[in-house]
């Protein structure tokens, strides 16, 4: 893969970038299934092929611009389940997905601006486009 700009990984709402970004990450999660008995010496051997438990994670750094996130991390717990998020990637890759908001905080350094961060996890499934 071709080496990439930081500042083209973008996260969207319904097409629309989610405000005041500097950072954004994600990552891809997964555990698999320990099926080691007395058999196996003391080492640990998993179920081939099977991963339970697996989960995007989305996460986001940035100057707090218009408190669309704290409203949502502060209103009704129903409020934490947003769809049609997206992940885009400079090659034209995209990551589309229901997420639940499950962290969010900001911070006010005396020489910088307001910031705050989050993070996002996927609810079911996702689709790579």
């Known amino acids: 893969m071709a080496k990439q700009a930081g500042r083209n990984l973008k996260l969207k709402k319904n097409a629309v970038l ?29 179920l081939a092929g099977v991963l339970t438990d697996r989960q995007l994670e989305f996460t986001g750094e940035g100057y707090e611009e218009d408190g669309i996130m704290r409203a949502i991390s502060l209103g009704t717990e129903a409020a934490h389940f947003l769809d049609d998020i997206t992940l885009e990637f400079e090659d034209g890759t995209a990551i589309s997905a229901d997420v639940v908001l499950t962290a969010y905080s900001e911070t006010g350094e005396m020489k910088d601006g307001q910031t705050f961060s989050f993070t996002l996890v996927t609810n079911g499934a996702w689709v790579v486009a």
């Open 18 to 46: 989610i405000a005041g970004l500097r950072t954004t990450g994600w990552s891809a999660n997964g555990a698999p299934i320990d099926v080691s008995d007395q058999d196996d010496a003391g080492l640990i051997k998993y």
